[in-house]
């Protein structure tokens, strides 16, 4: 509840530069209802205790307002209605996380604007094939599932540019993401991968990995073609050494003023275009509101076997490590 009250000041703040309410997309054609319904509907959708009258009075308050964001979170929902989204083609953000979902309705396929989702901490054994036609579709969020592979239908969200899939139940690096080429952000921590295919030399376009609580006892030498590499997460491994071409990856070795001094948990990351993407030119002008990757950028490697490091590593601007790993930098 108070993370729907948060946005809502967060959207009432960025309407404040004298622009419309960046949440509402058009003129409203639903039936009129009068303050004290409104009223009545509000108060259900914000109730402690969320009922399915909750869930019903949020998707009804969405559809009155037309707005860009649809926070069903939390509302101890197992399952959904199949015409929940329907004439919701205006939401661009969909929150459906720490509920009880193992499958999402099939006329979530309208939401033809919808930039991301949030799935995170439910119950899915599968990724959800009814996303797979939403090629607008730019980040997902669908941590602590029990996924355990990526269909190669995958390859359609054609603008897929972030997935968080960390706490779920993959053996296996899913290289059916290696044809989504605007990725850039893909965490696959805390998952049982014990090795790493050749072809992560394909995720040139990467900009964040981390395999962060894997299994990994290696990495192969084709991580030195992810040229854009800027955040390496691989502590809690089994690592017992570091393939050298990591150290020679361009935006690894590049110096980064304000650095924050750690590699950032993926979850939290995100993009300044977001903001006029999803509420306007105006506001990506007046609001610099996220955090650049640049300012996690590095390796961290903590909680390894790892013994020494090449020299050639002292060349790389930061570097989180356990203290017992010899670098010699003289």
Partial sequence: MLKRALTLTILILLAGCGQSDPQKIGPSTAPQYSQVQLRELSKLCDADEPSEASVASCITLNRLKKSIILDLEGMNIRSLPEDAFMEMEHVRILRLGNNSLSELPKSIAMLKKLRQIYIDDNNFSEFPAVLL???SIKDIF???????FMPKE???LKSLRRIIVSLNDFREFPVQLKNNEELRILDLSMNKISVLPEEIGSFDALVGLSLSGNKLREIPREIGMM????MLDLSANELKELPV?????????????????FVRAFVSLSFNEDVEEIYGSYAAEEHDIYDKPEKFSGI???F????NLDSEFCNVFFIKKDSNVYLNCN
């Fill in 133 to 135: 036609s939403l090629t």
């Fill in 142 to 148: 669908a941590s602590n599932n029990r996924i355990g």
């Fill in 154 to 156: 995958i390859e359609r």
């Fill in 227 to 230: 040229t854009k590499l800027t």
């Fill in 245 to 261: 071409e990591i150290a020679a990856l361009p935006e690894l070795k590049r110096s980064v003023e304000g650095h924050h001094g």
């Fill in 300 to 302: 961290n490697i903590l």
């Fill in 304 to 307: 390894n076997n790892v013994e």
